[in-house]
């Protein structure tokens, strides 16, 4: 499978705890996108990378989200202490150039208790 | 800041009927693009249609074409012969296409599409 691959899948936490979630892009994208999608809503734009510099980050993404990409490859997005207006499905995108279509992965639902 | 409103959150059409679905969006860019993506039940977002702004003629995709209105600031997702298969949210989408930062999707509110056999 070539496409975009997110783990895992869903993720049940308590209020207080620490999620990482992981994002593999299609191969030779360099674009990779985090977006978050809350229940019945569109989803909204949380941060950017292009290779390993992370150039964007919302407002949305308050100081207990923290977002890497160590090689220009895949990225991870950790929630520290989450919350449960934290509970929504975290979408993963890449694309090969900027104005480029981005390609989603399957998403991590997250649910915090 | 760029908007996308769908104003309509659910449909439902019988199946091989034709249906239209509507967006409209706000930006005071004269470059950039639209998508319609579909997010099948517990499945993954895939890209429907992309239309370039710069292009005059709308873009058409098998059984999907849309009705691109510069003007008006229109982007309407028509569905012909509707399948089973079809049924999803659809989400209107919008990325500029120069600008400093992430060329980011905003996205609409969705339309449930339901079609019945």
């Known amino acids: 499978d070539t496409g975009v691959s997110q783990n895992p899948r869903h993720k049940i936490t308590k209020r207080g705890q620490n999620v990482t979630f992981r994002c593999d892009p299609i191969s030779e994208h360099n674009r990779l996108y985090w977006y978050r999608q809350t229940l019945g809503q569109g989803p909204e734009f949380l941060t950017y990378?292009?290779?390993?510099?992370?150039?964007?980050k919302s407002r949305l993404l308050s100081d207990r989200f923290s977002a890497e990409r160590p090689k220009g490859s895949f990225s991870t997005l950790e929630i520290q202490r989450t919350e449960q207006g934290d509970s929504a499905m975290y979408l993963c995108?890449?694309?090969?150039?900027?104005?480029?279509?981005?390609?989603f992965g399957p998403g991590t639902r997250l649910t915090v208790l | 800041a760029q908007t996308v409103t769908q104003s309509q959150p659910e449909m439902s059409v019988q199946e091989a009927e034709t249906v239209t679905l509507s967006c409209t969006y706000d930006?005071?860019?004269?470059?950039?693009?639209l998508f319609w993506y579909k997010q099948p039940p517990s499945r993954q977002m895939i890209l429907v249609i992309r239309q370039e702004a710069y292009k005059q003629q709308n873009a058409t995709e098998n059984r999907f074409s849309v009705n691109f209105q510069k003007a008006a600031k229109s982007f309407s997702l028509k569905i012909s012969d509707s399948q089973l298969g079809d049924t999803a949210m659809y989400f209107c989408?919008?990325?500029?296409?120069f600008g400093q930062g992430a060329q980011k999707l905003v996205f609409g509110q969705g339309t449930r599409l339901t079609i019945n056999p």
């Open positions: 990378f292009q290779n390993e510099a992370q150039l964007e």
């Open positions: 989408a919008f990325m500029k296409q």
């Open positions: 930006t005071s860019e004269n470059n950039y693009y």
């Open positions: 995108a890449s694309s090969l150039g900027d104005t480029d279509t981005q390609y």
